[in-house]
């Protein structure tokens, strides 16, 4: 993977739908300029598999989830177990009322936390343990691993907040890569 592709600069603040969450590493960029990360992954994973241009790549990423249409990436470098995003949803209306929100994960694992809006005075949910794959009424925990596919659909970011917090124990950098499609 290139290097020069990956977000380099610390941002101090990112806005996510109405409220600020710091900081990791990110930058949005258009499908066209993330082709070669699509790259990375495909030669590191199918090693004989013949190269391919870059529009059947993204072919097979949206083979993998039918029905979407990405037209947006937000690419996240998490460089140290330090680096991480607070709670938010991704509601902004450029993503419409329903938006898809699928990302692919790279390199360390970590935790992806999940917790219900606070809609009727309820004290505030506390940080849930490591429960993945275990739905609670309130919140869950799912575990991030390289090469992991994570969708959200429906009334996920109007319903829920999702956070990834520090990593204690991280032995490298991660990389995540958000997809999305932007309607207006
Ligand atoms: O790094 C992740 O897995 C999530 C990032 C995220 O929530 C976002 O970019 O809005
Ligand atoms: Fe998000």
Partial sequence: MAKGSLPQKQEKKKEVGSQLVSPQMFQR??????????????????NNEKKNDNMEKFMRVHQAL?????????????????HYVGWHADNETLYGPTPEISSVSFGCECHFLLKKRNTNNEPPTKRPKN???TYCTHKCCFTLKHGSLLVMRGNTQRDWLHSVPKRAKANSARINLTFRRVIM
Avoid: D
Avoid at 31 to 39: D, G, K, Y
Avoid at 69 to 74: K, P, Q
């Fill in 29 to 46: 960029v258009n499908l066209p300029a993330a082709m070669h990360l699509f790259e990375w992954k495909y030669e590191s994973q199918i």
């Fill in 66 to 82: 039918p029905g979407s249409h990405f037209n947006s990436l937000l690419l996240n470098r998490y460089k140290t177990g330090n």
């Fill in 131 to 133: 429960n993945e794959g």
